[in-house]
Nanobody, 116 residues
Framework: QVQLVESGGGLVQPGGSLRLSCAAS????????MGWYRQAPGKERELVAA???????NYADSVKGRFTISRDNAKKTVYLEMNSLKPEDTAVYYC??????????WGRGTQVTVSS
């Protein structure tokens, strides 16, 4: 069992920055692919960024060049650095840990609001 706790969300002005963190429990954090997803009101949840156990990353086209995902296996934490934020980035951001369909865990989410 893995528990994920997100933090770092909040209200920020357009063009601003936020850093989300996701702290995980469990002894095999390093083996999980970690991802950040987001869900805006009335929309489906979508992948924002992911990082594999080997450190490979992928990003949604909408955030490429603005967001950076990273992980610290010693701290069992994954980060999402978000720069040049836009109002359309407003959503609840969820952390995900995945190895297989039987090892697939979600955090409760953290709200990010981009507004002037």
């Amino acid at each position: 069992q893995v528990q994920l706790v997100e933090s770092g969300g909040g209200l920020v002005q357009p063009g601003g920055s936020l850093r989300l963190s996701c702290a995980a429990s469990g002894s095999i954090f390093r083996l999980y692919t970690m991802g950040w997803y987001r869900q805006a009101p009335g929309k489906e949840r979508e992948l924002v960024a992911a990082i594999t156990s080997g450190g490979s990353t992928n990003y949604a086209d909408s955030v490429k060049g603005r967001f950076t995902i990273s992980r610290d296996n010693a701290k069992k934490t994954v980060y999402l650095e978000m720069n040049s934020l836009k109002p359309e980035d407003t959503a609840v951001y969820y952390c995900n840990a995945y190895i297989s369909s039987n090892l697939d865990y979600w955090g409760r989410g953290t709200q990010v609001t981009v507004s002037s």
